[in-house]
Antibody, heavy 113, light 110 residues
Framework: EVQLLESGGGLVQPGGSLRLSCAAS????????VSWVRQAPGKGLEWVSV???????YYADSVKGRFTVSRDNSKNTLYLQINSLRAEDTAVYYC???????WGQGTLVTVSS | QTVVTQEPSFSVSPGGTVTLTCGLS?????????PGWYQQTPGQAPRTLIY???SRSSGVPDRFSGSILGNKAALTITGAQADDECDYYC??????????FGGGTKLTVL
């Protein structure tokens, strides 16, 4: 059974940083692209970033330059480093292998002073 | 800037059939966009119904099906039930690892 388990969310002040993790089991992160997707309160789903099977990374314009996606193949874990946080980054962050339909349960990031 | 389009809302009678669509503001959707469909109830994570156009996710009943209809991706729900009333999102692959979600459809069963 495939499981994606996010962690690392929390309350952070504007301008702060956070690192989210996504631990995978039953699924090898290098076998397919894996994305971060977020959902602000009361809003729809927004694709944020992806790391492809080959290790290339891509970002939505709204987070480019502030977010960095990476993975540790030995731990089969995906990361999202989030810097210069803004109030509009408040959301539940999901990791997902969108093409295969695998999603985690999400971790909440709240940016507030 | 290309936008993924969905009906903002839709209504279906209990036991009825409804088809939700997922299009592009410019161009046609094909299987090359690997369309996916998600069901989401308030406070819950999205549940994958369909991925890669018409592959049903594990545990999803066969009354949910995906297809390409004309120039759009489509999600058809047959035998609508009360607990099908929630939000439905589609996603399309835009190339270079990038995915784009539609704005979602709020389905009412009444």
């Amino acid at each position: 059974e495939v499981q994606l388990l996010e962690s690392g969310g929390g309350l952070v002040q504007p301008g702060g940083s956070l690192r989210l993790s996504c631990a995978a089991s039953g699924f090898t992160l290098t076998s397919s692209g894996v994305s971060w997707v977020r959902q602000a309160p009361g809003k729809g789903l927004e694709w944020v970033s992806v790391i492809t099977s080959g290790g290339s990374t891509y970002y939505a314009d709204s987070v480019k330059g502030r977010f960095t996606v990476s993975r540790d193949n030995s731990k089969n874990t995906l990361y999202l480093q989030i810097n210069s946080l803004r109030a509009e980054d408040t959301a539940v962050y999901y990791c997902a292998s969108v093409r295969n339909g695998f999603w985690g349960q999400g971790t909440l990031v709240t940016v507030s002073s | 800037q290309t936008v993924v389009t969905q009906e903002p809302s839709f209504s279906v009678s209990p036991g009825g059939t409804v088809t939700l669509t997922c299009g592009l503001s410019s161009g046609s959707v094909s299987t090359s966009y690997y369309p996916g469909w998600y069901q989401q109830t308030p406070g819950q994570a999205p549940r994958t119904l369909i991925y890669s156009t018409n592959s049903r996710s594990s545990g999803v009943p066969d009354r949910f099906s995906g297809s390409i209809l004309g120039n759009k991706a489509a999600l058809t729900i047959t035998g609508a039930q009360a607990d099908d009333e929630c939000d439905y999102y589609c996603v399309l692959y835009m190339g270079s690892g990038i995915w784009m979600f539609g704005g979602g459809t709020k389905l009412t069963v009444l």
